[in-house]
DNA sequence: GTCGCCTTCAACCAAGTGGTTAATTAACCG
DNA sequence: CGGTTAATTAACCACTTGGTTGAAGGCGAC
């Protein structure tokens, strides 16, 4: 995962709407309209905050007759689970040596970006 | 934790210098000068940084002599952690049926936040 | 083709962000 | 006390962001 796709993410989720409408998504799939609807925001204003979660790679939208139908993805999530996973030692208890270990070696090849 | 602490974490980490001094921290304390060191912009822009990291929750700083100490506080690491632990099913194959029961259970009781 | 619905594009606005330089506060040292 | 070092505050600037309204594009139905 490159830095700037790394910033991206976080900055999608940085935004209560977007987490929402990431949370409805993960319940299946929906158009615009069904995702605005819960929003006291324009249509306009949701559909920014699609270009946002398209472009950190969250969702991807597809063209369906006259609806545009947007999908979840998860790969950025799981990316981000890792990221995080660096930092586990810090307040897991049950982090044990060896685990410490291979997972200070992982940061040291594999995770360049911070 | 509260939606806009949720919000303030994610946009804190949305930098890639904020990332980079977290990173720095996970290693052990530092003043604001040795963080500063490694980064081509001006004290006073890290300072902000630092203001940043703190407002979320992920630093603390204590006065010592003419130095301010920074600490990182993993706290809301753990917290990003179980938030992206959320989405966890969606992306992992090993996510065995009970789990997943247990997980949805949690995300209706304790979570309410998105 | 025309109407209507779903969605996006364009232009604008207020507020926030990341950076700068200059000034200020705080603490130690002599 | 005066000087030095550490760090923050203040004021400013260019750019981004999240919202608005209005216009336009795509597609199906008639």
């Given at each position: 995962m490159a830095a700037n796709q790394v910033s991206d993410v976080f900055a999608a989720l940085a935004d209560p709407t977007r987490r929402a409408i990431l949370a409805r998504l993960a319940a299946g799939d929906a158009t615009v309209n069904e995702l605005a609807?819960?929003?006291?925001?324009?249509l306009q204003a949701v559909s920014k905050h699609l270009n946002v979660l398209e472009r950190a790679g969250l969702i991807t939208r597809v063209r369906e007759a006259q609806w545009r139908r947007c999908r979840l993805n998860p790969a950025p999530l799981r990316d981000l689970a890792q990221w995080v996973d660096q930092y586990r030692r810090l307040w897991?208890?049950?982090?044990?040596t060896l685990d410490g270990y291979l997972r200070e070696l992982k940061e040291n090849t594999d995770d360049r970006d911070q």
């Amino acid at each position: 995962m490159a830095a700037n796709q790394v910033s991206d993410v976080f900055a999608a989720l940085a935004d209560p709407t977007r987490r929402a409408i990431l949370a409805r998504l993960a319940a299946g799939d929906a158009t615009v309209n069904e995702l605005a609807e819960p929003f006291p925001i324009s249509l306009q204003a949701v559909s920014k905050h699609l270009n946002v979660l398209e472009r950190a790679g969250l969702i991807t939208r597809v063209r369906e007759a006259q609806w545009r139908r947007c999908r979840l993805n998860p790969a950025p999530l799981r990316d981000l689970a890792q990221w995080v996973d660096q930092y586990r030692r810090l307040w897991d208890d049950r982090y044990d040596t060896l685990d410490g270990y291979l997972r200070e070696l992982k940061e040291n090849t594999d995770d360049r970006d911070q």
